[in-house]
């Protein structure tokens, strides 16, 4: 989903990626 130098240089976009993934497995 996220590479590690995405991760590095947007660390807050990893952050919502993180958020949306928890969002999806709790809707589901």
Known sequence: ????T???THP???LLHLL???LI???I
């Open 1 to 4: 989903m996220c590479t590690y």
């Open 20 to 22: 949306v993934f928890i």
């Open 12 to 14: 807050h976009t990893h």
């Open 25 to 27: 497995v709790e809707a």
């Open 6 to 8: 995405q991760t590095r």
